[in-house]
Nanobody, 118 residues
Framework: QVQLVESGGGLVQPGGSLRLSCAASGSISSINVMRWYRQAPGKERVMVATITRGGSTVYADSVKGRFTISRDNAKNTLYLQMNSLKPEDTAVYYC????????????WGQGTQVTVSS
């Protein structure tokens, strides 16, 4: 079992920055991949950024060059640094952990609201 708790959301003006955090606990050593997703009102949940156990990263085209995913293994925490925020970045952001063995499981946090507005 893996537990995930996000924090760091809030209201920010266009062009501003926020850093989201996701504190992980439980069977952390079993996690293969961690991701940030977001879900805007009336839209599907979509992947924003991915980081593998080996440190490889993947970003959605819409956030490339503006968002950075990282992790602090000592603190068991995943981060999403968001710069140059746009109104279309407004969404609930979710942390996700994928465990493959012994069985495949997806774990989700409760989400944190990010609102970009003047």
């Amino acid at each position: 079992q893996v537990q995930l708790v996000e924090s760091g959301g809030g209201l920010v003006q266009p062009g501003g920055s926020l850093r989201l955090s996701c504190a992980a606990s439980g069977s952390i050593s079993s996690i293969n991949v961690m991701r940030w997703y977001r879900q805007a009102p009336g839209k599907e949940r979509v992947m924003v950024a991915t980081i593998t156990r080996g440190g490889s990263t993947v970003y959605a085209d819409s956030v490339k060059g503006r968002f950075t995913i990282s992790r602090d293994n000592a603190k068991n925490t995943l981060y999403l640094q968001m710069n140059s925020l746009k109104p279309e970045d407004t969404a609930v952001y979710y942390c996700n952990a994928l465990v493959v063995l012994p069985t495949r499981n997806d774990y989700w946090g409760q989400g944190t609201q990010v609102t970009v507005s003047s």
